[in-house]
């Protein structure tokens, strides 16, 4: 019997992910990799995600990924993840990345970003996620913010896939003169 309910507040699924950053996770220049933190967050969505879907999820895409500031080893790095979003079986899970320097008490907020992630039944195919109760002002704007992200994110897919298809590589050569590129065909 399916005990699922029809809907879940966000707050049933909202999640903190805090790891200690270790001389490991390091790139040649003595910060924290990107890919690091990349997995983090995968980890943290993937939580928050199947804990509202009560099921399996996958990620489907990524947005927003900018890093604002480098992370040092030795921070405290916490992802906080909520459920923004619902679709019918898609659902988007929102991230803050915050680092923290332990002596200095200093939080630095290094990015957030957007995971679309969607929900696998026990067939492997996408399967209904419950809807969101939004409990505060600031989860529907969350929510509204998210239908936007959405729509301009198709807009966005459309419009480059229109533009490979009509791009003419010879008629548009001469964009290349003002680029940092040189021509050796
Ligand atoms: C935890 C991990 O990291 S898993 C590893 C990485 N991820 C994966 O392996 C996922 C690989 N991708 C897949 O398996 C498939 O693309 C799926 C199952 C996610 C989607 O399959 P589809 O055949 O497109 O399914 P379908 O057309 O029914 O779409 C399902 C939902 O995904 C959404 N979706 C599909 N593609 C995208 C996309 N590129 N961006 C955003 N949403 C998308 C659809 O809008 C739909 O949402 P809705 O039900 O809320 O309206």
Redesign the pocket.
Known sequence: MNTTPNYRPVSYSRTTLTELMIPSYANFGGKIHGGILLSLM?KVA?ACASKHAANY?????VEGVHFLQPVDVGDLVSLKASVNYV????LMVGIRVIAENVKTGTVKHTNTSYF?M?A?GDDDK?AQVPGLILESREDARRFLEAIKRREL?QRYEKELANSKTVLSVDSELHLLESQRCQLAF
Do not use: A, L, R
């Open positions: 995968d993937y999820c996958v990620t489907v895409s679709g019918n079986t898609s679309t969607v696998k996408p994110s």
